[in-house]
C-alpha cells in the first residue's frame, strides 16, 4: 500500500483522501440533546499547551473555561513536588470541569533514566538499560511509573520511544532506544505500553515515521532523513507493535523523509495516510513540539500548526510560551472558519480526541 500511494503522482491528493477517509475512526455520534461543537471547540480540543511555573495562570485558566485549550505539557520547570503537581492538575481540571468542557489531557515526558519530568517516579532506569530485561519487567516498570503520574493528576505519558538505531543515532547516544533490532524495540515498547495502560495511562509511542536514522537532534536541526522507502519500513515494526499492543497515541516526528513526501511529517498527509492506512492505526495523533519545528525551518509556530491540523495530524503541541499558544489559537481558528481546515477533518480529530478521553477517565 505504500508504495501505491507514493507512486501514484498527480493522483496522490486523491489517493491520500481516500485512504483517510477508509481510516476514519467510526465514532458513535452524540446524542441529539448535546449541541454539536462550535468551531472554536472543534480547535481548541486539537490544542496541547505548555505552562509558565508552578501554578496555573488566571489567563490559561480563562482559556480552558472558554474552551481553547483540550490538553497541557508539564515540564520540569512546572514541577517541584508530588503534592504541587497534584494541586496544579486539580487545579486545572476544575476550570474545565466547572465551564462543562471536557477533561483536560495533562502530559509529561516520562520515559525514564534522564528524561524524567517526575523526578520522584520511575522509570530510574534509561530505555536503553530497560531493553536488556525481559518484557514483564519493563512492562512492571512502566506500570510503577504509570501509578505515580496517575496519583498527581497525569494521564499522558510521551513515552514510549519506537524508534530503532541507526549508525551515529542522537537518540541511541542519549540512551533512549530500547534495542539496536526492530524485533527488540518491539517487544519493549509493547511491554512498556502495555505497563502505562494498566495504570491507567495513556501510552505514546514515538516518533513515526522514524528518527533512529537521524544524527542531530530534530528538536535542534531540520532534520532530513534520506533513507529509501524499504530502510524506512524496516524501522515501523515497533510502530506495528505498539498499535497491536492497543497504544492509543502516536507522535509525529519533526524529520523530513523524501522517500516518503518533501515536507516534514507532521504537515504530511501522506505521512498520516501511510499510518492510518498501512499501519492500521485507529487512535489520535499528536505532533512533536511545533516550537521546534517553526525555529528549525525559519517560520512561526501559528503557520506550522496549521499546516499540521490541513495534514490531518489531530493533536498540536505548543511548548512556547502561553502567549505564544493564545496566538496559534486564533490563527487556528480563523483558519478553520475560513475554510482553509476542512469542516469534516476537524471532526473526525474532535471525535477522535474525544473518544481518547472518554476511555481514559
Known sequence: MVSQLLSAGSRA????????????????????AVPAPTTRELVGQRLVVALEGEHPSQAILARIRRGEIGGVILFGANVTSPA??????????????AAGRPPLL???DQEGGSVRRLPWAGPDLAAADLGSFGTGRIRDEARRAGLAMRAVGIGVDLAPVADVPGPGSFMAAERRTFGASAPAVGRAVAAF????????????VKHFPGIGAATRNTDRSAVVIGSPLGALESGWPP?????????PLVMISNASYPALDAKPAAWSSRVQAILRGALGFRGVTITDAL??????????????????????VDLLLVTGSERASARVFDRLLRAAEQGGIPAASLRRSYDRILALKRANP
Open 13 to 32: 491528493p486523491a489517493v491520500v483522501a481516500t485512504v483517510l477517509a477508509a481510516a476514519a475512526v467510526a465514532v458513535a455520534p452524540a446524542p441529539s
Open 84 to 97: 504541587q503537581v497534584h494541586g496544579l492538575c486539580a487545579s486545572l481540571q476544575q476550570a474545565a470541569r
Open 106 to 108: 495533562i502530559a509529561t
Open 193 to 204: 505500553g502495555r505497563g502505562l495502560s494498566d495504570a491507567r495511562v495513556v501510552a505514546t
Open 239 to 247: 510502530f506495528r507493535a505498539a498499535i497491536a499492543a492497543g497504544v
Open 291 to 312: 516550537d521546534a519545528a517553526a525555529a528549525t525551518r525559519g517560520r512561526d509556530v501559528a503557520s506550522v500548526a496549521v499546516l499540521s491540523a490541513q495534514a490531518g
